[in-house]
């Protein structure tokens, strides 16, 4: 029988609830086998895209509230205690917080009036941010910083179709390689060993779940539905996370889950339905370094959420 139990922290940010046991490896659960807790969120305070940090201690997102006149990147501890801006521009920057070295440097980009005039930046935290000369949209990495073409991301080629092409290089921009020609792409993201690329392709008004194999220049479709969003690979490549909604009759995007080898996949979050407000929606998530838990971004409200997903 699943316990529940719901924890009241008096804070002007921080409300946690939690719920039932983990599941384990291999089990097809219900939304009711997973807790949830909210991290962040509230008071008018806004937070989205956000990254586990590789070093697990902490996670790095887009914020804005009441403390900064624009949008900025901040911490939070995944307990949902000590907030900490990090970065402030003085000007405004709409940022894409989606990749983050194995040595620490956080990759964003900036979006401009178009897709080839955003700019791809790394960033340590309490350094300030560095500008690459990469133009593009939704950078990823593998390994270090340092390594050689493993960051990929979307760059327009004929601003005139609005389809994508998935570039690779180093983090200096050189000798740039088209890996995957133009089509409506969208969200790429490294498996953490290099060797494959997860993205959503979109095709006769469905997203196809797609995998592209590094070795074999091959992309297979891992699964298809309408409006699936931000797949990201397990730290240990063995499971994909992304945002869709599967489960009915929740109308809603959740945190899903399917195998990295393929069969069928399962909604694992859901949000309590609220007919005065707009549909609220996973957007942005990211796995923690161990594999246990994601976190994701609830929308409009700008709430951050993590999932326990394994023991």
Same mark, same amino acid.
């Given at each position: 029988?699943?316990?529940?139990?719901?924890?009241?922290?008096?804070?002007?940010?921080?409300?946690?609830?939690?719920?039932? %046991?983990?599941?384990?490896?291999?089990?097809?659960?219900?939304?009711?086998?997973? %807790?949830?807790?909210?991290?962040?969120?509230?008071?008018?305070?806004?937070?989205?895209?956000?990254?586990?940090?590789?070093?697990?201690?902490?996670?790095?997102?887009?914020?804005?509230?009441?403390?900064?006149?624009?949008?900025?990147?901040?911490?939070?501890?995944?307990?949902?205690?000590?907030?900490?801006?990090?970065?402030?521009?003085?000007?405004?920057?709409?940022?894409?917080?989606?990749?983050?070295?194995?040595?620490?440097?956080?990759?964003?980009?900036?979006?401009?009036?178009?897709?080839?005039?955003?700019?791809?930046?790394?960033?340590?935290?309490?350094?300030?941010?560095?500008?690459?000369?990469?133009?593009?949209?939704?950078?990823?990495?593998?390994?270090?910083?340092?390594?050689?073409?493993?960051?990929?991301?979307?760059?327009?080629?004929?601003?005139?179709?609005?389809?994508?092409?998935?570039?690779?290089? %180093?983090?200096?921009?050189?000798?740039?390689?088209?890996?995957?020609?133009?089509?409506?792409?969208?969200?790429?993201?490294?498996?953490?060993?290099?060797?494959?690329?997860?993205?959503?392709?979109?095709?006769?008004?469905?997203?196809?779940?797609?995998?592209?194999?590094?070795?074999?220049?091959?992309?297979?479709?891992?699964?298809?539905?309408?409006?699936?969003?931000?797949?990201?690979?397990?730290?240990?490549?063995?499971?994909?996370?992304?945002?869709?909604?599967?489960?009915?009759?929740? %109308?809603?995007?959740?945190?899903?889950?399917?195998?990295?080898?393929?069969?069928?996949?399962?909604?694992?979050?859901?949000?309590?339905?609220?007919?005065?407000?707009?549909?609220?929606?996973?957007?942005?998530?990211?796995?923690?370094?161990?594999?246990?838990?994601?976190?994701?971004?609830?929308?409009?409200?700008?709430?951050?959420?993590?999932?326990?997903?394994?023991?």
């Amino acid at each position: 029988m699943f316990k529940k139990t719901i924890i009241f922290i008096f804070t002007s940010m921080f409300i946690i609830f939690g719920c039932s %046991d983990v599941v384990k490896f291999g089990e097809l659960p219900k939304f009711s086998d997973y %807790d949830t807790y909210k991290i962040f969120g509230g008071m008018h305070n806004y937070g989205d895209k956000a990254i586990w940090y590789s070093s697990g201690e902490y996670i790095v997102f887009v914020y804005s509230g009441i403390n900064t006149y624009y949008s900025a990147i901040c911490k939070i501890d995944p307990d949902g205690k000590n907030f900490e801006i990090l970065y402030e521009p003085t000007e405004y920057k709409d940022f894409h917080i989606s990749g983050i070295s194995g040595d620490g440097y956080i990759l964003f980009d900036e979006s401009g009036i178009s897709m080839n005039e955003s700019d791809i930046y790394y960033y340590k935290p309490y350094e300030e941010p560095i500008k690459t000369s990469i133009k593009g949209i939704f950078p990823t990495i593998f390994g270090n910083l340092s390594g050689k073409y493993n960051i990929a991301y979307l760059y327009e080629d004929n601003d005139k179709t609005d389809e994508y092409s998935i570039y690779v290089s %180093d983090i200096n921009g050189s000798k740039p390689k088209k890996l995957i020609g133009e089509g409506y792409l969208y969200y790429p993201c490294w498996s953490t060993d290099g060797k494959k690329l997860v993205y959503i392709k979109e095709e006769n008004d469905t997203d196809n779940l797609c995998i592209y194999d590094i070795e074999s220049n091959n992309e297979s479709i891992l699964y298809h539905h309408g409006g699936i969003k931000c797949p990201k690979f397990s730290p240990d490549c063995n499971y994909i996370a992304f945002s869709a909604q599967i489960e009915k009759p929740i %109308d809603q995007h959740g945190v899903c889950l399917i195998n990295a080898s393929g069969g069928d996949p399962w909604q694992i979050t859901q949000y309590p339905y609220d007919p005065g407000r707009e549909t609220p929606g996973v957007c942005y998530l990211s796995w923690s370094h161990d594999g246990k838990w994601i976190v994701y971004d609830i929308g409009p409200e700008g709430e951050l959420w993590k999932v326990r997903v394994f023991e």
